[in-house]
């Protein structure tokens, strides 16, 4: 039974009939509609917590999905999944080609520099300066381009790039 024959909530279903008529009612082809469902079903796996199944909607969903930001978007909800299992490095894979396919992805950005400072983070607990260093900077990196897309966000990165005097420009609000 497909997912959208699931739902339980009052929100979900409202979510759903919304969807439905939006998705007979925009002009696409067929291909494009069947991705939506299948990203939309991922979506609505992901949101409870079934990862594996919110994977394998995602990948039908990038099958059949063309439009470049619609693939970016797929890219970046499954590199959310794999990020919160812990595997950064899938994680980084799957962000980087959201921003192959929409480079106005500021999130994609911002959580790529959310994993390197994590790793710097590990790299200073184990003593090592040098790769703490190096993941701190391409952190800084991602955060300083994340935030000229979207100025009024991540406002934690833009305190923590003033105190550790990694901005050079005034990018902030």
Known sequence: MPRTQKNDNFIDK???VMADLILKLLPTNKKAKE????????????????YAEA??????????EEDPNDRGYILYNMGLIYASNGDH????????????????LPQALNNIAVIYHYLGEKAKEAGDENAQEAMFDKAADYWIRAIRLAPN???????????TGRSQIDIYF
């Open 14 to 16: 409202s979510f759903t």
């Open 35 to 50: 991705a939506f469902v299948y990203y939309r079903d991922g979506m609505s796996a992901q949101a409870d917590g079934e």
């Open 55 to 64: 994977l394998d909607n995602y990948q039908e969903a990038l099958a059949l």
């Open 89 to 104: 490095e899938k994680a980084l894979e799957l962000y980087h080609q959201a921003l192959e396919c929409n480079s106005q």
């Open 153 to 163: 966000n991540y406002i934690e990165a833009q305190n923590w790039l003033k105190t």
